[in-house]
């Protein structure tokens, strides 16, 4: 068994380097080594602007480097749901711009030339006895409003997957076009790209942000370094920087395996209801990923800290391929782990200057949805930084949007 401490993306993506000697000044700080830090030093960079990017860890160590791989157009949980959830003018923003995003990271691939395994074979939910209307009723959603999905019969379902469905497998909502990436590949080539072009990267914990004036002063774990504009990409941490947003972050742990290579079987971005939205892919090498079922777990996992994979979760994990693909070969399983996810209460993120220190700037809250936003969120966020101004585009992510509650406490 491979050691749990680290993700099958991880372990197969070159590590990118970062000095400890971190600077006394600089004009904006990035906090955390994810998709959203990295990818705003990347934007930040190509403007010119003098940019640190500052992980306690390594590049992609936290949820990005921990996910499914997928980068999918729309919001989390779906079309219909988010329409109930935010509205039906919110959700359609979220779809055009993570449908945007994909652009984008169409562009960015190729024109720094990043090796991720990127490919758009498209993303298929399948459909199961309890919630087949749910996702017929979807895709009418999403074709009503020009988002492309269809609904595939049983049989067209069984021709895009190479070993035999389950009785219980009704069809599937397929939405062609959607992404799968080696997601450590990609963080840490666009972090790599990003220092190319003039950004700066260190290991360094921030203990506390401290005004100086119209400016920041961060205490870190190497010394104190002074911005005009700070932009904190923390994910679950992000509440125990900022005791302003803990009320509205809680950390949930998801959970993963991988499975040894074998011949290929699913080439798309697979997901189906088993307990709460599993979801699975097969890497170019061969390797099957697959994570969810933390419902299963005590508490549902929310609120934990730790990062070690529960038995009562990878047991039911492991439960998930048999039971929808009966004739598929023994897998073996070669690797667990476990990585936290920034929930909030409308799985809505947020995006916004934080109203008590207007020289920060905030993006959190993906609730496990975070790939589909990476570059764009970055990209508006340089937008705030360079006009000193937030883009109207970043409105329906405000942390006064109605629909973001607190978190009630135990």
């Not at 100086?212 to 205490?219: A, I, N, P, V």
């Not at 809505?348 to 109203?355: A, G, K, Y």
């Amino acid at each position: 068994m491979i050691s749990d401490s680290i993700s099958y993306w991880q372990q197969t993506a070159p590590i990118v380097p970062l000095s400890t000697d971190v600077p006394h000044l600089v004009d904006v700080v990035v906090i955390g080594g994810g998709l959203m830090g990295t990818a705003t030093s990347y934007w930040l960079a190509r403007e010119g602007v003098s940019v640190a990017l500052l992980e306690r860890e390594a590049i992609g160590w936290g949820a990005t480097g921990r996910n499914g791989g997928f980068v999918v157009a729309g919001p989390a949980g779906g079309y219909t749901d988010a329409i109930t959830r935010l509205g039906h003018e919110t959700a359609y923003v979220v779809m055009t711009d993570t449908m945007a995003n994909q652009q984008l990271v169409r562009q960015v691939l190729e024109e720094e030339r990043i090796e991720c395994s990127y490919r758009e074979p498209g993303s298929l939910r399948l459909a199961l006895m309890h919630d087949e209307e749910q996702l017929r009723a979807e895709v009418v959603a999403c074709q009503a409003d020009g988002f492309p999905a269809e609904f595939l019969d049983r049989e067209a379902t069984q021709r895009l997957i190479k070993t035999k469905l389950s009785a219980e497998i009704r069809g599937g909502r397929l939405k062609p076009g959607q992404g799968l990436v080696h997601s450590a590949r990609f963080v840490r080539g666009l972090a790599q790209v990003a220092v190319r072009r003039g950004a700066r990267a260190y290991r360094t914990e921030v203990q506390a942000l401290i005004p100086e004036g119209e400016s920041l002063c961060l205490q870190t774990s190497r010394g104190p370094i002074h911005a005009a504009t700070v932009v904190v990409a923390a994910n679950a941490w992000i509440g125990r920087l900022l005791p302003q947003l803990a009320d509205l972050i809680v950390p949930v742990r998801e959970q993963m395996l991988a499975y040894a290579p074998i011949a290929p079987v699913f080439s798309h971005a697979l997901s189906a209801d088993i307990t709460a939205g599993e979801y699975f892919q097969q890497t170019p090498d061969g390797t099957i990923l697959i994570g969810g079922c933390n419902t299963v777990a005590p508490g549902e996992d929310m609120g934990v800290w730790e990062m070690t994979p529960l038995p009562v979760v990878q047991n039911a994990i492991e439960a998930v391929l048999p039971r929808l693909f009966p004739s598929l070969a023994p897998l073996q399983v070669v690797q667990r782990w476990a990585g936290l996810l920034d929930y909030t209460t409308d799985r809505h993120p947020i995006v916004d200057r934080l109203p008590t220190m207007p020289q920060v700037l905030v993006v959190c809250g993906f609730s496990g949805h975070g790939m589909p936003f990476g570059l764009r969120f970055g990209q508006l966020l340089t937008e705030a930084v360079v006009s000193g101004t937030l883009p109207s585009a970043l409105k329906p992510y405000r942390l006064d949007r109605p629909t973001l509650k607190p978190w009630k406490r135990a």
